[in-house]
């Protein structure tokens, strides 16, 4: 399941700081890779975007602290089917779902994944 959920995870993760980064630029001018690296590694700013980084970088992990297929899908579900609008990544989230059509096209991979 860790393979499975990997290139998905990951594709919906760039989609979410692809639009990011289109909502900074406009507002701000081109910056670059390094510049938008450090901008999204403000927790106060970012902080929201934990939770998914999070997921990626658990997807990620080998031996034998890695989470089982199992815990990736209940956590990927969790956090993702449906988004809590009461927390910040919610709510964050589905304003991007409602703005960015990439960001629903990798999202519905995942969720056809985990259905």
Avoid at 34 to 41: E, H, I, K, M, N
Avoid at 78 to 107: I, K, N, T
């Amino acid at each position: 399941m860790a393979d499975e959920l990997r290139a998905p995870l990951l594709a919906l993760h760039k989609s979410v700081l692809a639009a990011e980064r289109h909502n900074v630029e406009r507002v701000h001018g081109a910056m670059s890779a390094a510049a938008f690296l450090q901008l999204v590694s403000d927790p106060l700013r970012y902080g929201w975007l934990k939770p998914l980084t999070e997921l990626v970088l658990a997807v990620e992990e080998e031996g034998e602290d890695a989470p089982t297929a199992e815990e990736l899908r209940d956590r990927t579900r969790a956090l993702l089917l449906p988004p809590q609008r009461d927390s910040p990544f919610g709510r964050r989230y589905l304003s991007l779902m409602q703005r960015e059509p990439a960001v629903v096209l990798a999202h519905s991979a995942v969720a056809r994944l985990l259905a």
